[in-house]
């Protein structure tokens, strides 16, 4: 809640389209939202719900924009003009129709005067999950802070956007962790990297090669130049800071293993795709939401376990597009540790490079096991004390070298 001019407020959850619904339905206008006497009865089509034939002539149900689904009325297809919207009906219906019950193909008649009602609500639920995928779209790349794009991808199932789970661009520290301490100088190079580089000053050679791509080992750190440095933006040291230079879809798995994150551009061997962030929280704190999360069947803890193993980083409701990467046994990202406005070797910022070339629509995925957790074998197991004992996840990720559980 915020102060402005003294008055108090809070922002409105509520879509543009449910608040014009109800000014539409109590005959209230608004210019903020774009309801004035005059748009108050303007009508646009924002989906078809239905189809039938009626003296030999073709109607669609439609939907208004900003209309309560009570104020739907049948239109004749001569009256509508969006191409679009009937060719995603047509898709939908004819997508459901090929799936059928139980796995088997329905007859498709080329002359049908009405739908049944289970192909009509199929289609309004992909209708409506279409529309909350594009706003979800439309959301992601307002809160991002690197110029390439995020795509949302779902041609698997009826699943919306998670309902649980914020956009972040760097750490959400807990109370007490301080995410940016220790940085009070930074190099003075004209040209980096020079002889007292940040590398260097930290006892580490450069990561990077003169293409901007990784040259150092896993293992070892990153020290980028930081924002006390006298290089300017364009420093070859200053690769993980500006953020993801690949534009990505979020998409359906078609296997069962959620949502995945794929690329939409080829990505060369030893080059940086992103960050791992979310809520830093204690070690305590991590084991105890590890317990939920296993019971559940998810994992998204990553210890930070550089140089000790105080703190975790949860990216189950807080994080970036790392957070719908999943798991492969055979992994085409590699993890790495990076220092750039922090020296505390407790609280790395976690990168994630490319192990070889990624061609555009290949799946992204790393190893979870690289976060540090513990190896959950059946023999690492039998030492632990019975808070420690965890679920173990069934691995899905389909590499010939699968371990078979991700924990």
């Keep these: 809640m915020e102060s402005w001019r003294g008055a108090w407020y809070v922002p409105c959850l509520a879509s543009l389209e449910t608040l014009q619904e109800f000014c539409r339905k109590e005959n209230l206008t608004c210019k903020s939202i774009g309801i004035t006497d005059r748009s108050l009865k303007s009508y646009e089509v924002e989906y078809l719900c239905d189809y039938k034939v009626a003296e030999g002539k073709a109607y669609y149900l439609v939907k208004w924009k900003g209309w309560p689904e009570s104020s739907n009325t049948w239109e004749p297809r001569k009256h509508l003009n969006c191409p679009l919207l009937i060719q995603n009906f047509l898709r939908d219906k004819n997508e459901f129709l090929s799936r059928g019950r139980e796995g088997k193909a329905m007859e498709v008649r080329k002359h049908v005067k009405t739908l049944k009602p289970a192909i009509a609500d199929y289609i309004v639920k992909k209708a409506k999950q279409r529309i909350a995928l594009q706003r979800w779209k439309e959301e992601l790349n307002r809160k991002k802070n690197h110029k390439a794009m995020i795509l949302v ?9 998670p309902l649980d789970f914020y956009y972040i661009n760097e750490y959400k520290p807990a ?27 930290a006892g580490f050679i450069l990561a990077y090669n003169k293409r901007k791509k990784l040259k150092i080992q896993p293992g070892l750190p990153i020290y980028e130049c930081n924002s006390y440095c006298r290089c300017g933006p364009d420093c070859p040291n200053r690769i993980v800071q500006k953020g993801t230079p690949y534009s990505l879809c979020i998409f359906r798995t078609n296997n069962g293993r959620g949502w995945g994150v794929k690329t939409l551009q080829k990505i060369k061997t030893n080059s940086f795709v992103m960050e791992y962030v979310g809520e830093v929280i204690t070690s305590e704190e991590a084991e105890r939401r590890g317990q939920l999360y296993d019971n559940q069947g998810n994992t998204y803890l990553f210890d930070l376990d550089y140089d000790s193993d105080e703190f975790t980083v949860d990216a189950a409701r807080y994080g970036n597009v790392s957070h719908f990467v999943n798991h492969s046994c055979d992994p085409n990202l590699q993890v790495f540790n990076v220092f750039i406005d922090n020296l505390d070797l407790r609280l790395p910022r976690i990168a994630l490079f490319s192990t070889r070339t990624i061609k555009a629509g290949e799946e992204l995925t790393f190893d979870y096991q690289m976060k540090g957790s513990i190896d959950l074998s059946s023999d690492s197991a039998e030492g632990l004390s019975p808070s420690k004992k965890r679920i173990r996840t069934v691995c899905k990720c389909g590499a010939v070298c699968c371990r078979g559980y991700l924990n």
């Design 153 to 161: 991808e779902n041609t698997v199932d009826l699943e919306g956007p």
């Design 175 to 201: 109370p007490g962790i301080n995410v940016l301490n220790g940085i009070t100088t930074g190099c003075e190079c004209a040209d980096c990297p020079a002889e007292k580089c940040c590398p260097k000053e």
